[in-house]
């Protein structure tokens, strides 16, 4: 029967410490199974339904470190696997497990329990999600899992997981990003906050390699999804303000000939010098005075 609909299921939305406060941690196993187990590591394989797909390597190398010299404080939670006897499934806690084979121990802490692939997941989901520890889009696909493999509605999803129905939509929402961008998250390229601005922009794609590029902030990807990308590409130039000597001199200039003049400097490449006139007999009286000065 599916977890939603079974009352007498725990509340798995509760957490992971109601789990672990109902354990025996005692030296013990519990007669039903259920307890404290030091196991072969070997006999330990990770949860093919694992929502967390990305471990960092420098984060797993720190926890080795961290395991070889003090061991596993917290026990991982494993499942009996359906399909390999004597094998246990990972339920929570496969960095740790990870980190434990890089440290070279040989056994480690576990604590054994019946959980159904329904509840396994759910767990699953909820170590990661209070820990931070998922990316936007494993987050998104994790959902998604229970949502189409176990009938879940974004209200039960909710209460289970302990999020708001919009923050579970809005997560969902960034799986309809193109699969270029949705890796750009996977691999922390891009953040949730860096995808959800994606959503509204018209070449999402483009946009997303852009920011990578050009290390744009969420705020920055988010101005820049309402512009067409070619524009962000390639922004208008921003005139340079001018300094006050060339203001007087254009000042002069537009007094001493009563036309619009306008200078612009360009370094060591010189300038230009542009005078606007109103009419044709401007532009005579312009072109007199100009003669004149030549001639003398």
């Not at 789990?19 to 025996?24: F, G, I, M, N, S």
């Not at 590409?233 to 619009?260: I, Q, W, Y």
Request: proline residues 4%; aromatic residues 4%.
């Amino acid at each position: 029967m599916n977890m939603v609909e079974s009352s007498s299921k725990p509340a798995l939305g509760r957490g992971l410490s109601v789990l672990l406060d109902d354990l025996d941690l005692g030296p013990e196993p519990a007669a039903s199974g259920d307890g404290l187990r030091i196991l072969a590591i070997e006999l330990v394989i990770p949860n093919p339904d694992q929502p967390r797909r990305y471990f960092d390597e420098e984060e797993l190398n720190d926890l080795a470190a961290s395991i070889k010299d003090k061991g596993i404080i917290q026990p991982i939670i494993v499942r009996p696997s359906k399909n390999r006897a004597g094998e246990f499934e990972i339920i929570a806690g496969e960095r740790r497990w990870r980190a434990s084979q890089r440290a070279r121990l040989h056994e480690i802490p576990v604590i054994v329990r019946e959980f159904d692939d329904t509840e396994a997941l759910e767990i699953a989901i909820i170590e990661n999600v209070q820990r931070a520890d998922l990316n936007a889009m494993e987050e998104a696909a994790g959902y998604r899992q229970l949502v189409e493999k176990y009938s879940y509605t974004q209200e039960t999803l909710s209460k289970s997981i302990g999020k708001s129905r919009s923050h579970i939509a809005n997560i969902m929402r960034l799986l309809n990003l193109p699969n270029s961008v949705q890796e750009l998250v996977r691999s922390g390229a891009l953040s949730g906050g860096h995808a959800r601005a994606l959503l509204t922009a018209s070449d999402a794609e483009g946009l997303a390699k852009l920011a990578v590029e050009r290390n744009m902030s969420v705020r920055e990807v988010e101005a820049a999804a309402k512009a067409p990308l070619e524009t962000v590409k390639n922004p208008p130039k921003v005139k340079a303000e001018k300094d006050a000597d060339t203001l007087a001199l254009e000042g002069d200039l537009s007094a001493a000939l009563r036309m619009a003049v306008s200078i612009q400097h360009k370094g060591k490449a010189g300038g230009e010098l542009k005078i606007s006139y109103r009419s044709l007999e401007d532009l005579d009286r312009l072109c007199a005075r100009l003669m004149q000065e030549e001639a003398l």
